[in-house]
């Protein structure tokens, strides 16, 4: 059964200070690893997509990278409006339906 | 990234009736259509998952006379709750895929919160 762990479960920062989200996930055949961001209130948004390991992927301040186990989202010198709860998901060989961790609520203190 | 509209954002009802949420893919073909229900602080918890023109797949413990799916169109997908009680109370969020994104990523509508009184 493929299965998705998020942590830290919550993460408090100040302004500017960087650090790392871990996505660590188990699937047989990996079709994707996918990042959303989701605010209070609000459906989440799509971020980004990984497929193979090795694989990076950068927005902004936001960084995602893939291995064979786990996918790690890097947030540089973040801003009180990173905030959110981040999301990871992968989508496992044949399956339409995606697998969700548990998320990482994010918070950036001024 | 593409564009899913979801609507109501927000739906108050009374007891007993029933309400639709419609949840629209804006700028693409949704061939999958997927409806996810979210308690305070937790996850999302997958309810179905329809393909248009074909019944929706429910998951375990979802009641399918309860929260029916209809996806007869590549842009349309809707949920309706018949004889909401106040532990329907939630916020719905729909998703959809689509053939023009490699048949992997999927996009989110904005989310409804029902509240049921």
């Known amino acids: 059964e493929d299965q998705v762990t998020q942590s830290p479960e919550a993460l408090r920062l100040q302004e500017g200070e960087s650090s790392s989200l871990n996505c660590s996930y188990t699937?047989?055949?990996?079709?994707?690893l996918f990042w959303y961001r989701q605010d209070p209130g609000k459906g989440p948004e799509f971020l980004f997509t990984?497929?193979?390991a090795g694989e990076e992927k950068e927005k902004e301040r936001l960084k995602a990278t893939l291995t064979k186990k786990e996918s790690f989202l890097h947030i540089t010198a973040p801003k009180p409006e990173d905030s959110a709860t981040y999301l990871c998901?992968?989508?496992?060989?044949?399956?339409?339906?995606?697998?969700f961790g548990q998320g990482t609520r994010l918070t950036i203190n001024p | 990234g593409a564009v899913v509209s979801q609507h109501p954002s927000w739906v108050i009802c009374k007891s007993g009736t029933s309400v639709k949420i419609e949840c629209r893919s804006l700028?693409?073909?949704?061939?999958?259509m997927f409806w996810y229900r979210q308690f305070p602080k937790q996850s999302l918890m997958l309810m179905a998952t329809?393909?248009?023109?074909?019944?929706?797949?429910?998951e375990q413990g979802v009641e399918k006379d309860k929260f029916l799916i209809n996806h007869a169109s590549l842009t349309l997908s809707t949920l309706t709750v018949t004889s909401a009680h106040p532990e329907d109370s939630s916020f719905y969020i729909c998703?959809?895929?689509?053939?023009?994104?490699?048949?992997?990523?999927?996009?989110f509508g904005q989310g409804t919160r029902l509240t049921v009184v």
């Open positions: 329809s393909n248009e023109g074909s019944k929706a797949t429910y």
């Open positions: 998703s959809a895929r689509g053939q023009g994104h490699g048949n992997t990523e999927a996009f």
């Open positions: 998901a992968v989508l496992g060989p044949g399956a339409q339906k995606l697998v």
């Open positions: 699937v047989s055949g990996l079709r994707g």
């Open positions: 990984l497929y193979s």
């Open positions: 700028d693409f073909q949704a061939t999958t």
